[in-house]
């Protein structure tokens, strides 16, 4: 599982608002990609540094920066837009509980992206600040999630390029939320898998898999819970950063984060329940072997007692009771046919009783 906290020791005795990378990503450049529009046009770049950098008052700015892992270029492209320290921080820090702050010219909202990767579920921090006139977004890995609103720009679909930056803000947070449909329903589909496993032949690789599903969806609470005071906040925050008309699209936002809260807590029960099931299944199997290796020794006991009896091997001449059998012409097949009758006579038995 991912660690909650990472490489916190780098924080240590630093002042406040340092430029710190909280995070476990190294090497790679970081790709900032540059998107100017309006009602009428619209202009795209990719930018190689911050020093391209170059804010206008017209229409709108979204810049989304791929890899946060060099907090230089991370400062200088805040310090353009007068972003405070602190927030250049929080930025930085991966390790951040989702929430929303209205710093006055600005809404820094912070979120997880989550997404699957060789199997495993991964969660890669994203931080969007909302200004007058721009969005900035910044993404912990290359993940390319906001390709789709990117497109919608480009080709002028819907009312993303009517609208201001607070729609365009919550185009991201809805690509994010749809993301967190996607996981639950893969994992669901998980439970089902294991569920199947359970019933039919659960092994040491099944009970991996139900470890694995718990783990999975505490990333997913860890989450989708703090999102719900987070779009809140913005839905009753006063401000002039969002407006009227984006209002209803962030109560639409709030009632997806409300069946995604519920639809976890039932995977959470259900991974739960599969615990349970597992060690059912595992005593219910244990107790099949027992029961046949019982009836097998059930079978054998008697046969054991008489083979013993007849073992002793007393001398018949010393005394007339000394085994009496042991010089019977047919002696042997008696006791061969005395054993046949004791195993079918319990056969019989334990069938009656419906024992196997």
């Known amino acids: 599982m991912k660690k909650i906290l990472k490489n916190s020791r780098k924080k240590v005795g630093q002042l406040p608002g340092s430029l710190i990378y909280m995070g476990d990503r190294t090497g790679n450049g970081i790709k900032i990609n540059a998107a100017h529009y309006g009602r009428e046009n619209f ?3 990719n930018i190689l540094s911050p020093e391209e950098l170059k804010p206008s008052g017209e229409g709108i700015l979204w810049l989304n920066v791929d890899g946060i892992h060099i907090p230089e270029t991370i400062g200088n492209i805040c310090d353009k837009f007068g972003i405070h320290p602190l927030t250049q921080e929080d930025i930085l820090n991966t390790a951040h509980r989702p929430k929303a702050e ?3 010219s600005y809404i820094f909202i912070v979120m997880k992206m989550l997404g699957f990767q060789s199997g495993s579920l991964l969660s890669e921090q994203v931080s969007l600040i909302i200004g007058k006139n721009y969005v900035l977004s910044f993404q912990e890995n290359a993940t390319d999630e906001f390709e789709t609103v990117r497109e919608n720009l480009r080709k002028n679909k819907g009312k993303i390029r009517e609208l201001g930056p607070d729609y365009l803000a919550y185009r991201l947070l809805d690509v994010v ?12 589909d998980e439970i089902e898998n294991v569920e199947d496993e359970l019933v039919e032949n659960p092994t040491r690789q099944t009970l991996e898999k139900i470890y694995k599903l718990k783990g999975e969806m505490i990333i997913i609470r860890r989450a989708v819970w703090p999102l719900r005071e987070v779009i809140s906040s ?9 407006s009227k008309s984006t209002q209803p ?13 519920d639809t976890n807590e039932n995977y959470r029960e259900m991974a739960a329940g599969l615990m349970d099931i597992y060690l ?6 244990l107790n099949e072997i027992m029961k046949v290796l019982t009836i097998i020794s059930t079978f054998f006991i008697p046969l054991n007692f008489i083979a013993g009896i007849y073992g002793m091997n007393f ?4 005394s007339k009771y000394n085994m009496p059998e042991l010089n019977f012409y047919l002696g042997y097949p008696m006791v061969l046919f005395l054993m046949f009758l004791v195993s079918l006579g319990l056969f019989i038995y334990f069938k009656r009783k419906k024992w196997f």
């Open 177 to 188: 939320l749809d993301n967190y449909f996607a996981v639950l329903e893969k994992i669901g």
């Open 234 to 242: 913005l839905e009753k925050t006063e401000t002039e950063l969002i």
């Open 280 to 285: 059912s299944s595992v005593s219910n199997k």
């Open 43 to 45: 202009y795209e770049k």
């Open 315 to 318: 001398n018949t001449g010393i």
């Open 102 to 104: 209205d710093n006055g």
């Open 249 to 261: 699209y962030l109560r639409d936002l709030y009632d997806h984060i409300v069946q995604l809260i």
